[in-house]
């Protein structure tokens, strides 16, 4: 059985991998810890039986690298390694199929049973976890750090966060202009780069990617 683990924390990374040694006899377990590399590496390895995802990779949005994964190997089962609650997310990852969701605050056993019920096809969430889903402690905080992790990412500056809010209000440029002092001719070119900062082609690609960050969600 080959498992990929993904997560960043070196000492996490190897407690994870002991489990793992000792829960699933006879599997080949690769350990990688960040995104690009994860993402290198399904460029030329496949057939994985078990992935486990940590959702907190600093170098990219875990859920797209989920999303990739989902179409690359479209059955193996995926375990999440969260820290973070959020309503959303977990709404999110529901939609990719996930089989199990664990926090970093369980212990060895929750691992272990998590493992055991996804390899008998069972969806398993720690109690942590499902105690948190009937809070929305962080809620708030995951949301506002998917927007800070975006607009810095991206280098986003004030003046076209400014600019971004006003396109999503469906105002033209020279309705912009004026409303920020500014001639036409610069709001065209601040728009310019708005799009090929964040790889889009239009407002309407805009809109879906930002919605996707949570920027429409209080």
């Not at 805009?206 to 919605?211: F, G, I, M, R, T």
């Amino acid at each position: 059985m080959k498992i990929l683990l993904i997560e960043e924390n070196l000492l996490l990374q190897k407690s994870i991998r002991e489990i793992l040694s000792k829960t699933v006899s006879k599997s080949e377990i690769i350990c990688l810890n960040t995104g690009a590399a994860t993402k290198t590496f399904l460029s030329h390895e496949q057939d994985i039986n078990l992935f486990l995802i940590s959702i907190e990779l600093s170098d990219v949005n875990s859920i797209k690298l989920i999303q990739e994964i989902r179409g690359i190997e479209s059955k193996a089962p995926i375990i999440v390694l969260n820290k973070i609650y959020s309503r959303f997310l977990i709404e999110k990852l529901k939609r990719l199929d996930i089989s199990a969701y664990i926090s970093y605050l369980d212990n060895e056993d929750t691992y272990v049973k998590a493992i055991q019920s996804v390899l008998n096809k069972k969806v398993f969430i720690s109690k942590n976890i499902h105690d948190e889903s009937r809070k929305l402690v962080n809620e708030t905080a995951y949301i506002e750090k998917n927007k800070i992790d975006f607009i810095t990412q991206k280098k986003i500056t004030e003046r076209e966060l400014e600019i971004i809010n006003l396109m999503m209000t469906s105002k033209t440029n020279k309705e912009i202009a004026d409303e920020l002092f500014l001639s036409s001719d610069t709001i065209k070119f601040h728009r310019k780069n708005i799009y090929k900062k964040t790889g889009v082609g239009n407002i309407l690609e805009l809109y879906k990617l930002l919605v996707e960050q949570h920027f429409f969600i209080n």
